[in-house]
């Protein structure tokens, strides 16, 4: 059974920092990308950034460019996404996800049950 665990979510204040980290099992997926989407509320989930296993190719969302770092730990089958200088505006459930295209997000096959992000301003 194929499983995206996401953990890490909380409530920060505006200009701190959050891991977020998602555990992946039961499939191999060194042909996917992984990817760290989110959705706020009553607005559409949208990419935040995406990874390949092998690391030689990431993507960002502008919005959180220079911001958000995407890293894995092969060994673990885990992603993480690194979140600095936050903003109220980054609050939202975040979702990770295992899929063939990087930025379309309807080629995502796999998800997470998502983590909520909450940043106070």
């Known amino acids: 059974q194929v499983q995206l665990v996401e953990s890490g979510g909380g409530l920060v204040q505006a200009g701190g920092s959050l891991r977020l980290s998602c555990a992946a099992s039961g499939r191999t997926f060194s042909s996917y990308y992984m990817g760290w989407f989110r959705q706020a509320p009553g607005k559409e989930r949208e990419f935040v950034g995406a990874t390949n296993?092998?690391?030689?190719?990431?993507?960002?969302?502008?919005?959180?460019?220079?911001?958000?770092?995407?890293?894995?730990?092969?060994?673990?089958?885990?992603v993480y996404l690194q979140m600095n200088s936050l903003k109220p505006e980054d609050t939202a459930v975040y979702y990770c996800a295992a899929g063939r295209i990087a930025t379309t997000q309807s080629s995502y096959d796999y998800w997470g049950q998502g983590t909520q992000v909450t940043v106070s301003s």
């Open 53 to 78: 296993w092998s690391g030689t190719s990431t993507f960002y969302a502008d919005s959180v460019k220079g911001r958000f770092t995407i890293s894995r730990d092969n060994a673990k089958n885990t």
